[in-house]
C-alpha cells in the first residue's frame, strides 16, 4: 500500500518561515512528478508547487518566496517557505505520480495545516 505522510506544518508569525517534508512509503517502482497543493478555509483547492523531470512550476502568488525540491533517494519531496503571509494559512496536501506494476496512479497525502499569524 503506497501512502504519503507530510511534516512540517504549524503555527508561524508573517514573515517567518516553515519547511514541509512528504514522503512516499509502500511498494512501488518509481514516482514521477511530485506537487504541493492547499486548500484554505472556506475556498477550492489550488496548485502551489510542482517538479517533474527537472521542471518546477510555481503559482503566482507564492513565487520567490517558496522553493519546491525532491531528494529521489528518500522518495521525498519538500517545500520550503519563506516570507508567509497570512494569506498562505492553509491545508498543505502532498501530490505525487507513482508508477506501481506498470499503472501510474495518482496518490495524495492527508495533509498539514499551515497558520500564518499577522
Known amino acids: 500500500q503506497v501512502q504519503l505522510v507530510e511534516s512540517g506544518g504549524g503555527l508561524v508569525q508573517a514573515g517567518g518561515s516553515l519547511r514541509l517534508s512528504c514522503t512516499a512509503s509502500?511498494?512501488?517502482?518509481?514516482?514521477?512528478?511530485m506537487a504541493w497543493h492547499r486548500q484554505a478555509p472556506g475556498k477550492e483547492r489550488e496548485a502551489v508547487a510542482s517538479t517533474s523531470g527537472g521542471i518546477t512550476n510555481y503559482a503566482d502568488s507564492v513565487k520567490g518566496r517558496f522553493t519546491i525540491s525532491r531528494d529521489n533517494a528518500k522518495n521525498t519531496v519538500y517545500l520550503q517557505m519563506n516570507s508567509l503571509k497570512p494569506e498562505d494559512t492553509a491545508v498543505y496536501y502532498c501530490?505525487?505520480?507513482?508508477?506501481?506494476?506498470?499503472?501510474?496512479?495518482?496518490?495524495w497525502g492527508k495533509g498539514t495545516l499551515v497558520t500564518v499569524s499577522s
Open positions: 501530490y505525487a505520480a507513482i508508477r506501481s506494476l506498470g499503472n501510474i496512479n495518482n496518490y
Open positions: 509502500g511498494s512501488f517502482f518509481s514516482i514521477g512528478a
